[in-house]
């Protein structure tokens, strides 16, 4: 594959903007085109939790953790990046699962442990519903997601990137079994190479061209609330809820990872900062101030797909869950395969062509 002379990045989220940060670094700025609102949908209703999970395989661990890197890394070069270490406690599962996730991801090399009763209350000195056993994990952290995304999309910008935003791509235009650029409702944008980074939009884009993506999208009911004082130390995995709290003082909380809203999204999300209300002595009592419900765009198989799509020369697409976590890493990888360098292994599993059988 050539290094792209134009390449056109549509989507202007996490995945989207950490790929055109890739790109310009290589020096190919593409263009970016983001149908809006700013950040990306997906990204605005993530928890934002940077974690490499568990009950996956190894080698998608490792994945992760080449993101947690990257993520440490742009720690420290980017000093105003809302990113904060903090640790998590997990306790969502029944012991005995517990111990095996604490096991496996110790033996490899997660910065992981089980803790007991004092030790958590001593972490998280407001929890009033305190398990007998937590894995805390060291290694695990958060970042603001709207800023991060847009952070990647400035450093694009910077290093001559161009961003259209508020932009609808209507169709990929192709010129025989090659990509020859993008509709718009502005007109046609040249490129030889596409990144498809539009979350659930994505099949829509690629179907008329003849391409499948399967894809699930899982609503995310999150709640927001009014800002208060320094509440939580960690982030918090509870059998029944999630929650951490944001630089600006904001719990953001979700029942699950799975979408499940029993009854009406506002009575979910009146029932969910109840339960904080009561799980948490808290300084003030929380008040909601908004929710967020996304669309999580999942591949069937639960994995990210990334890659060139053999069908059209010059289409690549990057579609996963957990893309805050995943997304320095996967901007890397992605422009650096987009850009004419070998694939990186850590990559090989998650190809959309599987998806073609």
């Known amino acids: 594959m050539s290094k792209p002379k134009q390449p056109v990045v549509i989507g202007a989220g996490i995945i989207g903007a950490s790929i055109a940060y890739g790109l310009a ?23 934002a939790w940077i974690n490499a999970s568990w009950g996956n395989p190894e080698p998608y661990f490792r994945l992760r953790m080449r993101s947690i890197e990257e993520w440490r890394r742009l720690g420290t070069l980017w000093r105003d990046l ?40 001593t972490r998280e000195p407001r929890l009033t519903e305190i398990p007998e056993e937590a894995a805390f994990c060291e290694d695990e952290g958060m970042v603001e997601p709207v800023p991060a995304a847009q952070m990647f999309r400035q450093a694009a910008v910077e290093l001559g990137a161009t961003y259209h935003a508020a932009t609808s791509v209507t169709a990929i235009d192709t010129k025989g079994r090659s990509v020859s650029g993008v509709v718009t409702g502005e007109g046609t944008i040249p490129a030889d190479h596409v990144v498809v980074a539009s979350g659930v939009a994505a099949p829509e884009l690629l179907a008329p061209l003849g391409i499948g993506l399967p894809l699930t999208a899982p609503e995310g009911l999150l709640v927001h609330t009014e800002p208060m004082p320094a509440a939580l130390r960690t982030i918090i995995v509870a059998p029944d809820f999630h929650v951490r709290q944001t630089v600006e003082g904001r719990l953001v909380a979700g029942f699950d990872f799975v979408g499940t809203v029993i009854g009406t999204p506002a009575k979910a999300a009146q029932r969910l900062i109840r339960r904080l209300n009561e799980t948490l002595d808290l300084p003030e009592p929380a008040r909601l101030a908004h929710t967020t419900m996304e669309q999580r765009p999942t591949p069937a198989d639960g994995f990210p797909a990334v890659g060139f799509l053999p069908q059209v020369e010059g289409l690549y697409v990057a579609v996963t869950h957990s893309g805050m976590t995943l997304a320095p890493a996967l901007g890397l990888m992605a422009a650096a395969e987009l850009t004419g360098a070998r694939r990186d292994p850590l990559l090989a599993p998650y190809g959309p062509a599987r998806f073609a059988a």
């Open 25 to 47: 670094k290589a020096g190919t700025p593409p263009v970016i085109i983001d149908a809006g609102p700013d950040g990306g949908l997906a990204t605005q209703g993530s928890l």
């Open 82 to 121: 809302p990113l904060r270490w903090t640790g998590s406690l997990t306790y969502d599962m029944p012991l005995p699962d517990l111990d095996r996730y604490v096991a496996q991801h110790r033996d490899w090399g997660y910065r992981i442990r089980l803790i007991r009763r004092q030790e958590i209350a």
